[in-house]
C-alpha cells in the first residue's frame, strides 16, 4: 500500500480546515485532502455572513440572541470563546485580504437576519462564504509547508487503543495510508444524505460514519437545520438557498392566496414548520416570497447573486415572487469536541461543521457558523501544537488490518441509523421530575453533603472551572441520566452535562457517557450522589432488558413490583420502563390488589371482591391473588378482573389458564427472575410479575473520571 507521512492531515478544505492549515508553524507538514475539488466545499456557498461582536455592549444581547436561537441547549463556554474570539478573527480575515462591505467613510455595514436582536453581520455582497474561502485558500496555496490532494476521499482511519496515527484514503481506485502525527476532520456537513438540500452533495458525513465505527463519541446526531427559503426548483442537485438576511432586510412570505401566514424572522425551525404548513393547506410543494419592496437598487447591491440565479430560473426577483421551499441546510450535532476542539480519540479533532462544540445547541443562530469554524479550527491547532504525539508501533500493519476492515458501503446507513436513533431516546417525564424527584435528589444530597463537603473545601478555595468524563465500565442498558444531571444543577444550576447517549441505549465498557462541565467544587460534591441513581438505575434496566429478551417471541409482558427501595419507586419503575419492561401499580392507591392476608382478613374471596367493588370507584380494577385451582375458580365467578397466579407450578398455571379462558386477565407471580423465568413462558398467561427486576439487580458500574481544569 502506498504510505504518506506528515506531521498533520486535514480532512477538508472548506473555511475550518483551511484556517486550521494557516495557524500551523512553518515548519509543520501539513497535507490537505479533499474529496473533490479545492472550490467545492460549503464554506464557497455561504450567502448572508459572518456574526462579529462589534462592540463590548453587544456582547449580552449577542450570547442571548445565540442561545434562545439553540434552544438554550448551548453549552454556554463555547457561546463565550466563540463571542469573545470574533473581534480578533475578523480582523486576522481582513489582514489575509478578505473585504467586508463598508459605508463611504471605510467603516462596516452590519446586516440583520432572523432572530438577531441587532445588525451585527459583516457581509460581501451575497457571496461572504466565496470571498472569506477564495481568501484563505489563496493564503494557503502560497505556504510551502502545506500539500494538497484533490479527488481524495478519507475512507477510514488508522488507529488502535483510542490514539488515532492517520487515515486511510483512496484516490482512483487506490488505497493510500497517511501517516499523521494529528488528525483533523473538517469534512463539513450531512447535506449529501437528504433528497432536498442546500449542501454539495459529496458532503455525506463520512468522518461521522467513521467515528461510530471507531466509538468516538457524537453529540446530538439529530439535530438537523431546515432552512426554509430556497428557491423551490424540480431539478436535481443542490437546492439553491435564498438567505435569510432578504427577509431580515424585509421580504415578505406569502400563501397561495397572496396572504402572509408568519413572521418572516421568526427562527428558522419554528419558520419551517409554519411553511410546511401553509404549503399543506395549499396543497402547492412551495409558497411565494416577495423581495420587491426591497427595490430594485438595494437587490442589486445586496444580493446580486439571488438575483441573477433567480433570473437564470425564469424569475426576476425585483419584479415579481419567487416560489420558496424548506431545505436541509445545516448540521448542529456531529462528532463531540470539547473546547479546543478535541473528539474523545487521542491525536483526533475535529471542527467546523462535522464537529459539535456545543455552540449552536438545538438550533443555529444565522451566521454563526462561519464564526464558529474559524474560531474552533484556531483553536485546534493551537492545543495539538502543545501536544507530544506518539507513534503507532507497527503503522503498516495497522494500515493492512484497517484496509481489510473497510465497509464504505455502509457508511450512510451507519449515521442515518444514528439520527433515527437519537431521536427516539427515552426521558423522564418533566413534571414528574420537578414535583416528585426534586425533592427525593434533595434529601440524597443532604443526606451526602449534611454540613460541607469537607474534602472538596480543603482542596478548592474558591471558583475553578472544570470538566469531568462519565465513563462506562461494564456491557449494560443505561437509564437514570436526566436524574444524573438534575443532581448536579441542583449543586449548581450552571452546570453543563453533555450527554452522548439517551435512556435505553445500550453502553459498552470504555464508553464515554456524557461529559460534566463546571465549577470543579460542584463537580466534586454531586459526583457519589449522581452516581448512585445511575448506577441502580442502569443496573435495574440492564437487568429488566436481559429478562425480557428471554420473553421474545411471546405476547408476555414482564412486570415489576412494589419491593422496590424506599424513596427510590419513582426511580426504580423507570428504569424498569426503560428496560423494556411495566410497572404494576405504582402504590396502594393505584390498584386493588386482594392478597392472601386480605382475602383471610374479609373472609373468602367471594366477599373480598364483593366488598373491594362497593368501595372502589367503577374505573378500578381488581386484581386477586390465588394459589390453587378451587381459588381460581371462586375468583372467577366472582368477577375479579386479574387473577394472579402466585408460586403455582406451571402445569397448574395451565391449567387455570384454560380455565380462566380469557375471562380474566393472568398474571404469573412468585420469586421470578431472570435465571428461572423461561419455564414460565409455556403458561400461557398475559403478564409475568418479577419483584427481583428492583429488589435484585447489581447496579451498572459507572464512573466519573479525567477531571480536569478548563
Ligand atoms: C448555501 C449555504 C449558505 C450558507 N450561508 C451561511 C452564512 O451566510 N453564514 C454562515 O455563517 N454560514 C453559512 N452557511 C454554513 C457554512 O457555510 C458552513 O457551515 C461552513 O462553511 C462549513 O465549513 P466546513 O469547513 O466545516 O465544511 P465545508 O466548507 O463544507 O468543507 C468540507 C470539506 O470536506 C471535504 N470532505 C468531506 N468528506 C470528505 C472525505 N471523506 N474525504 C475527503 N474530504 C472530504 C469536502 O470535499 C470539503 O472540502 C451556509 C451553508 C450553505 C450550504
Known sequence: MKTIHTDIVIVGTGCSGLFAALHAPKEKKILMLTKTTLEESDSFLAQGGICVLKDPDDYESFFRDTIKAGHYENRRQSVEIMIKSSPEIIAELEDYGVRFAKDELGNPIYTKEGCHSHPRILFHEDITGKEITSCLLEQAKKCSNVSWMENTTMVDIIEEDNICYGILAQRDKETIAIESDFTIFATGGIGGLFSNSTNYPHLTGDALAISLRHRIALEHPDYIQIHPTTLYSTKKG??????????????????????????????????????????????????????????????????????????????????????????????????????????????????????????????????????????????????????????????????????KKLETSTYKEIVWDAIRKRKEGKKMNSITMSMNVDTLILQALREDVTSEDITTNAIMKGYQSGSVQLICKENGVIAGLPVFERVFH???????????????????????????????????????????????????????????????????????????????????????????????????????????????????????????????????????????????????????????????????????????AGRALTECSGNVTRENIAQYIQSGVDYISSGALTHSAKILDLSLKNLKAV
Not at 411565494?288 to 437598487?297: I, N, P, S
Not at 445547541?361 to 501544537?385: I, Y
Not at 435495574?540 to 415489576?560: F, P, S, W
Not at 428504569?575 to 383471610?600: F, Q
Open 490 to 660: 441542583l449543586v449548581d444550576p450552571k452546570t453543563e452535562v453533555t450527554f452522548f447517549f439517551h435512556d435505553g441505549d445500550r453502553v459498552q465498557k470504555g464508553d464515554l457517557v456524557a461529559e460534566i462541565y463546571g465549577d470543579i467544587r460542584a463537580l466534586l460534591t454531586g459526583e457519589r450522589t449522581a452516581l448512585n441513581y445511575l448506577q441502580r438505575m442502569s443496573g435495574i434496566a440492564t437487568y429488566t432488558a436481559q429478562t425480557v429478551k428471554l420473553l421474545e417471541g411471546t405476547n408476555i409482558r414482564l412486570l415489576d413490583t412494589r419491593k422496590t427501595t424506599p424513596n427510590m419507586r419513582v426511580f426504580e419503575k423507570y428504569a424498569v420502563k426503560v428496560g423494556g419492561g411495566y410497572n404494576h401499580r405504582y402504590n396502594l392507591s393505584d390498584g386493588i390488589l386482594l392478597k392472601d392476608n386480605h382475602i383471610a382478613a374479609a373472609g373468602g374471596i367471594t366477599n373480598a371482591i364483593q366488598m373491594a367493588k362497593e368501595y372502589a370507584s367503577f374505573v378500578r380494577k381488581i386484581e386477586v391473588e390465588v394459589e390453587n385451582m378451587e381459588m381460581v375458580k371462586e375468583a372467577v365467578e366472582a368477577g375479579a378482573d386479574i387473577i394472579m397466579l402466585d408460586n403455582m407450578n406451571v402445569e397448574q398455571m395451565k391449567e387455570a389458564v384454560d380455565y380462566i
Open 238 to 403: 443542490r437546492r439553491f438557498l435564498i438567505s435569510e438576511s432578504v427577509r431580515g432586510e424585509g421580504a415578505k412570505l406569502y400563501g397561495k392566496n397572496g396572504k402572509r401566514f408568519a413572521d418572516e424572522v421568526l427562527p428558522r425551525d419554528l419558520l419551517t414548520k409554519e411553511i410546511y404548513k401553509q404549503m399543506k393547506k395549499d396543497e402547492m410543494p412551495y409558497v411565494w416570497l416577495d423581495m420587491t419592496m426591497l427595490g430594485k437598487e438595494q437587490i442589486l447591491s445586496h444580493f446580486p447573486h439571488i438575483y441573477q440565479h433567480c433570473l437564470d430560473e425564469g424569475y426576476d426577483c425585483t419584479k415579481e415572487w419567487i416560489p420558496v421551499v424548506p431545505a436541509q441546510h445545516y448540521f448542529m450535532g456531529g462528532i463531540h469536541v470539547n473546547a479546543a476542539s478535541k473528539t474523545t480519540m487521542d491525536q483526533l479533532y475535529a471542527v467546523g461543521e462535522t464537529a459539535c462544540n456545543g455552540v449552536h445547541g438545538a438550533n443555529r443562530l444565522a451566521s454563526n457558523s462561519l464564526l464558529e469554524s474559524l474560531v474552533f479550527s484556531k483553536r485546534a491547532m493551537h492545543d495539538l501544537l502543545a501536544l507530544k504525539p506518539k507513534k503507532a508501533k507497527d503503522f503498516l500493519a495497522l494500515a493492512d488490518e484497517t484496509a
